[in-house]
């Protein structure tokens, strides 16, 4: 089974509308962490925003939200007033134990290709 | 913080000839991973260091792929008797501790490999 699962290939968004990208994960542990990256077309990963599997809140980091349904498996990216740079591929990761070594690594959604429309 | 930085951006190479690639992670992150991210595909984890240590290996990595970080500092990833398949982007990464689940990887912009 997929650990993170985003559903939507593609997205777009008018400039200046909000939008949502989806992301379910599948975990039986009970603490985790979930991480968005955007990729740009230069190939970077750019760290977005964090929320870990304890956390009350959503996590908000400027135009970014997460929208975090721990009941549903569900941490969905919210951009606001959405601005031409933000066309790019976007990734949902999870962290979670792990035995042996720890190495805390991520492991990666196949990613949403949103595209801003002027 | 000059970012992580990697080397070469591009590599073309004829299958069955060795390539490496190098990582700078960031100069105070003792841990660093890397990644191989296929077309449309998200990244998939390989290999993982603390410090010079390798401690971990996903089963992508077969035994033509081989990484060092030998003094803790800079990693390097080698590909020996490349196939079409290896084809991809790799993409390195570092981290620091403490704080596991909410340190964030530091990715660089990666090394796209083609093989012909």
């Known amino acids: 089974a997929q650990k993170i699962t985003q559903t939507q290939p593609g997205m777009f968004v008018q400039e200046k509308e909000a939008v949502t990208l989806d992301c379910t994960y599948d975990t039986s542990d009970q603490s985790y962490g979930l991480f968005w990256y955007k990729q740009p077309s230069s190939g970077e990963m750019i760290f977005l925003i964090y929320?870990?599997?304890?956390?009350?809140q959503n996590a908000t980091e400027g135009r970014y939200s997460l929208n975090f349904q721990k009941a549903r498996k569900s941490a969905n990216l919210v951009i606001s007033a959405s601005q031409l740079g933000d066309s790019a591929m976007y990734f949902c990761a999870m962290r979670e134990p792990t035995s042996g070594a720890g190495s805390y690594q991520l492991t990666f959604g196949k990613g949403t290709k949103l595209s801003v429309i002027p | 913080d000059t970012g992580v930085s990697q080397d070469p951006r591009h590599k073309i190479t004829k299958r069955g000839q060795n390539v490496t690639f190098r990582c700078d992670p960031i100069?105070?992150?003792?841990?660093l991973y890397w990644y191989r991210q296929t077309l449309g595909q998200g990244p998939e984890f390989l290999t993982y260091?603390?410090?010079?240590?390798?401690?971990?290996k996903s089963r992508l990595l077969s035994d033509r792929f081989s990484a060092e970080r030998p003094k803790g500092s800079f990693s390097t990833l080698e590909i020996q008797r490349t196939e079409q398949g290896d084809s991809a982007m790799y993409l390195c990464?570092?981290?620091?501790?403490?704080?596991?689940?909410?340190?964030?990887?530091?990715f660089g912009n990666g090394t796209r490999l083609t093989v012909t």
């Open positions: 260091f603390q410090n010079e240590a390798q401690l971990e």
């Open positions: 100069s105070e992150h003792n841990r």
């Open positions: 990464a570092s981290s620091s501790i403490p704080g596991p689940y909410n340190s964030p990887l530091h």
């Open positions: 929320q870990g599997s304890y956390d009350e």
